[in-house]
């Protein structure tokens, strides 16, 4: 395990203040707009609700990742790039603090980062509302970031809109199996949704938008080791969900509650005899509230009988190797080393087997 | 009525155009991540759902507003200042529609322009992430400001950020108070409400980013005339929401069902004898499922009778009539005459009392 706390930690202040503060970033001038006791009372709650998520302690992987990669291409610390790089690290695991307040009322979780999900706190119409505010702040945010130097400050941007519009490309595939109750999904179209769900933002983007900060334009070869890598991260997650315990802070098999399609589920509807088949998909396909945790046990208990699990884990082992393999002759011309040999030990770990 | 068909149907198109229409938008390169049939498939439906509320026919008011204050403030035709008036018009029109996505989801509401709201159609996880995605999509248009030019481009960036923040937190209050059932709502804490979540967005900065884009610092008048003018145009909308038919495409006293706190309510509850109020209580703190059209009758008969509609309606007025004076006073001294009186014409339609 590599310590980056301090980096780590440094970020995650710089979320918390990347969002507003103090009722003065909410309300008009107090000659044009009064504002009851009432009013900022309510107001200071919400300002509490913006920074829940972001307080919550997270593993920070991609803004660390983002850093490495800046260092990696040669910002030099205390420089403009360097800069640019926390902003962007901010703005990044800032974009992952909404999109979770998002996700979690889409899948209906019930906890985050082992606390209550925000919504189960307040409702979903004031946590929705919540996630479009952290939103808009991230974008606030990036408009911070300097200008007029080495950074390539409107490549950085347009990356950024592209990460996230592959995310929400991957989102609604997911969403939208689960709406449609579609049994029916492949493992070329699992990998193709988590490529677009988790992949840009977990990796693919940490990785360029380093290079951008430094003022590089990033080897194409980034994207193409960045798909391999997150593809690993994501099966690896989806592989804890029902192998872990809640340490982690997630639920046990919530995948299943929610009818997550995965790489496991794939494998166990194209290769299991009909029989089973048909069971898992009578007990998966039915509303959350009506699956019963015995239920659940018997679909992973179906999904080690017929070797799913082993099988995703040998894919997330294959893309790990032919990601890192990519990646380390992607990043062996750069000029900041250390940063290359740190960033390599990183994405190993954020996407290996499960010890 | 001024007829700007014109104006409005080129930002219509504008808004559809700033969405991704192509899958190309959506996908990394096919050698790095092939695509199914069923994920091309499933991507394009997404795209559909994208333009599904732009494409519904709207006024577009906020964008003419915009359009009009731009050349209010000297900006030319065919000038950059022009075209990123024009620019800020389409990202202001596609602001209102992705918090229109997530608003009907927050209120559960039946109806967008006289066809069911997209969670409706979609199921509500689906349609909370295309709203995200139209925010994208608003910032990356918003990316495509002219540069380099008289244009003020930072200041109207910041001015939509805070525009939304603005609006983020008015909704907040407007969620929170009936997520706490709270009928103790004053006249004061609806103004302040209303204030920030449909003044600034309506009023406020188009009237501003019209300034911006003509590279003109706004008038700190045009803030408070558009505080007053967007409050007399929400009050209106409230009565109309209880008065109007249903050929506005919105359902007839659909506040009522969603438990909305508005200035008749507000009047009622402080005016009306403790009977009265008591059974308004009763009718309205229920879920919206349990509210039969009798019994939402009886509350607007209610209101009727305490005066509580005539005396919105009188507060609008009054509101309205400062408001346009207030105006009138900070665009006297601009160059576009005509643009003034189009203005002018404009806002006191879309805020005047229902003929």
Same mark, same amino acid.
């Given at each position: 395990?590599?310590?980056?706390?301090?980096?780590?930690?440094?970020?995650?202040?710089?979320?918390?203040?990347?969002?507003?503060?103090?009722?003065?970033?909410?309300?008009?001038?107090?000659?044009?707009?009064?504002?009851?006791?009432?009013?900022?009372?309510?107001?200071?709650?919400?300002?509490?609700?913006?920074?829940?998520?972001?307080?919550?302690?997270?593993?920070?992987?991609?803004?660390?990742?983002?850093?490495?990669?800046?260092?990696?291409?040669?910002?030099?610390?205390?420089?403009?790039?360097?800069?640019?790089?926390?902003?962007?690290?901010?703005?990044?695991?800032?974009?992952?603090?909404?999109?979770? #307040?998002?996700?979690?009322?889409?899948?209906?979780?019930?906890?985050?980062?082992?606390?209550?999900?925000?919504?189960h706190l307040t409702?979903?119409? #004031?946590?929705?509302?919540?996630?479009?505010?952290?939103?808009?702040?991230?974008?606030?945010?990036?408009?911070?970031?300097?200008?007029?130097?080495?950074?390539?400050?409107?490549?950085?941007?347009?990356?950024?809109?592209?990460?996230?519009?592959?995310?929400?490309?991957?989102?609604?595939?997911?969403?939208?199996?689960?709406?449609?109750?579609?049994?029916?999904?492949?493992?070329?179209?699992?990998?193709?949704?988590?490529?677009?769900?988790?992949?840009?933002?977990?990796?693919?983007?940490?990785?360029?938008?380093?290079?951008?900060?430094?003022?590089?334009?990033?080897?194409?070869?980034?994207?193409?080791?960045?798909?391999?890598?997150?593809?690993?991260?994501?099966?690896?997650?989806?592989?804890?969900?029902?192998?872990?315990?809640?340490?982690?802070?997630?639920?046990?098999?919530?995948?299943?509650?929610?009818?997550?399609?995965?790489?496991?589920?794939?494998?166990?509807?194209?290769h299991a005899p009909?029989?089973?088949?048909?069971?898992?998909?009578?007990?998966?396909?039915?509303?959350?509230?009506?699956?019963?945790?015995?239920?659940?046990?018997?679909?992973?208990?179906?999904?080690?009988?017929?070797?799913?699990?082993?099988?995703?884990?040998?894919?997330?082992?294959?893309?790990?190797?032919?990601?890192?393999?990519?990646?380390?002759?992607?990043?062996?011309?750069?000029?900041?080393?250390?940063?290359?040999?740190?960033?390599?030990?990183?994405?190993?770990?954020?996407?290996?087997?499960?010890?």
């Open positions: 395990m590599i310590a980056h706390v301090d980096d780590v930690e440094r970020i995650r202040r710089g979320v918390v203040n990347a969002l507003p503060t103090d009722l003065s970033q909410l309300l008009p001038p107090p000659e044009l707009m009064p504002a009851s006791a009432a009013v900022r009372a309510e107001l200071k709650r919400f300002l509490g609700l913006l920074t829940d998520y972001p307080s919550r302690a997270g593993k920070g992987i991609r803004g660390r990742l983002l850093l490495l990669s800046a260092e990696a291409h040669g910002a030099q610390a205390g420089s403009s790039g360097a800069e640019a790089a926390q902003t962007l690290a901010e703005a990044l695991e800032l974009f992952q603090n909404w999109v979770l #307040v998002h996700d979690d009322i889409e899948d209906d979780s019930e906890e985050r980062r082992g606390q209550p999900a925000l919504h409702g979903m119409p #004031v946590a929705l509302n919540v996630g479009d505010a952290m939103h808009v702040a991230m974008w606030q945010h990036l408009q911070r970031l300097p200008t007029g130097t080495a950074v390539q400050r409107a490549e950085a941007l347009q990356e950024f809109g592209k990460m996230i519009m592959h995310t929400a490309a991957g989102q609604h595939l997911d969403l939208a199996w689960v709406n449609a109750r579609r049994f029916d999904v492949t493992e070329a179209d699992y990998l193709a949704m988590v490529s677009l769900k988790t992949a840009y933002y977990t990796v693919v983007a940490p990785l360029r938008l380093g290079a951008w900060a430094a003022g590089v334009t990033p080897s194409p070869h980034l994207e193409e080791a960045g798909i391999d890598l997150g593809v690993a991260f994501q099966i690896r997650d989806d592989v804890l969900n029902l192998t872990a315990g809640t340490e982690l802070g997630k639920e046990f098999a919530g995948d299943l509650y929610e009818g997550k399609r995965t790489l496991m589920l794939a494998h166990l509807l194209e009909e029989r089973d088949r048909q069971r898992a998909v009578t007990l998966l396909d039915r509303p959350r509230r009506a699956k019963r945790p015995e239920e659940m046990d018997e679909v992973l208990a179906l999904m080690q009988t017929h070797g799913s699990v082993d099988y995703a884990q040998g894919v997330a082992e294959q893309r790990l190797e032919r990601g890192l393999a990519t990646l380390q002759a992607a990043l062996t011309p750069l000029p900041g080393r250390a940063a290359v040999e740190r960033m390599l030990a990183l994405v190993g770990e954020l996407a290996a087997r499960p010890s």
